[in-house]
Nanobody, 121 residues
Framework: QVPLVESGGGLVQAGGSLRLSCAAS????????MAWFRQAPGKEREFVAV????????YVIDSVKGRFTISRDIAKRTLYLQMNSLKVEDTAVYYC??????????????WGQGTQVTVSS
């Protein structure tokens, strides 16, 4: 098991920034991929970004490219999502996810409880 706990969400004006954190515990040595997803009201959950836990290779979706950065601190066993130039359409519950295999947009075994990000105009 790899319990995940997100933090860092909140209310911010459009154009502002937030940094989300996701603290992992338990069998963290088994992690291969970690990712961020989001779910806006009335919409399906959407993949946002992924990182290879050991190598650090990243991939983000086009709609956040240049604004969001995914990173991790292996020693702290923490995943981050730096979100800059936030837009109203970024409003969603953000979830982190982890898996012991190579994953990109689906198939994650472990999920956090989510943290709300609200961007006001």
């Amino acid at each position: 098991q790899v319990p995940l706990v997100e933090s860092g969400g909140g209310l911010v004006q459009a154009g502002g920034s937030l940094r989300l954190s996701c603290a992992a515990s338990g069998r963290t040595f088994s992690i291969y991929s970690m990712a961020w997803f989001r779910q806006a009201p009335g919409k399906e959950r959407e993949f946002v970004a992924v990182i290879n836990w050991s190598g650090g290779t990243t991939y983000v979706i086009d709609s956040v490219k240049g604004r969001f950065t995914i990173s991790r601190d292996i020693a702290k066993r923490t995943l981050y999502l730096q979100m800059n130039s936030l837009k109203v359409e970024d409003t969603a519950v953000y979830y982190c996810a982890a898996d012991g295999s190579y994953r990109v947009q689906a198939g994650y075994d472990y999920w956090g409880q989510g943290t709300q990000v609200t961007v006001s105009s």
